[in-house]
């Protein structure tokens, strides 16, 4: 997981450039849980700023983390001045801080899970809010998902990232929705979904693949032969089924 976690500096300027950012409603429904002004924000796993650039036009002091120099280096290119950038793992943060939020965008799976709540909840002020939430890049049209897994499949069997702790797909409470339901430093866990549709051409949509790990840690020969016959299988344009999944959990007093 951790050479799969710092895979990404390779690819800073593409994730930059391909992967989506995150809309308002977002931070709307991030606000609205918090029942109140948030001032102060730690983001784990920052990577290029596309989260940190939504939570800081809401006003939020953020505190940006990333252990990867590369996305790092990407994310002061676009900083505004409430926000600070540190070059940490989760694991290395100190505690002797704690924020109103503490959020993570795509990259809370990268965490160590050993300890990971315990670490979470000193980070968190009481009756603080974690939230975690990420866009898994689907093709919306079913037949044309099933060609290009079809078209991959002699190189990679399967390009996402499967649930740290193996709940599946069709439960109700996805990861880490299941986990904060069984920690004893949070409460009022909620799992929310903003539906998000995206048009781009076939040619994006393969720049997006090729910042998801599972396509990091290909043989580049590997990678170029699925990218090309992806292409192939492609129509000029794509839809992406882009929704976001969240969850939201409260610290206990």
Known sequence: MVARALSFGTVAEAYERFRPGYPVELLELVTAYARGPIRTALEIGA???KATRLFAQGGIAVTATEPDAAMLAELRKHLTANVTTVQAAFEDLPLDTSYELVYSAA?????NPEGRWERMAKL???GGVFTSFGVPIQLADPALKEAVR?????YLDDDGVPSPDGTPADRPMQWPGTELQQSEWF???QQA?????????????IGQLSTVSAYVMLPPADRAEVFRRTLQTLPETVE?????????ARRHH
């Open 124 to 126: 968190v002020r009481p």
């Open 193 to 205: 979904v903003i539906e998000r549709r995206l048009a781009m051409s076939a040619h994006d949509y």
């Open 107 to 111: 990259a809370l799976h990268w965490t």
């Open 187 to 189: 409460t009022d866990v």
């Open 47 to 49: 990577g290029t700023g």
């Open 150 to 154: 079809a078209a991959r499949a002699p």
């Open 240 to 248: 992406i089924d882009a929704q976001i999944t969240a969850h939201l």
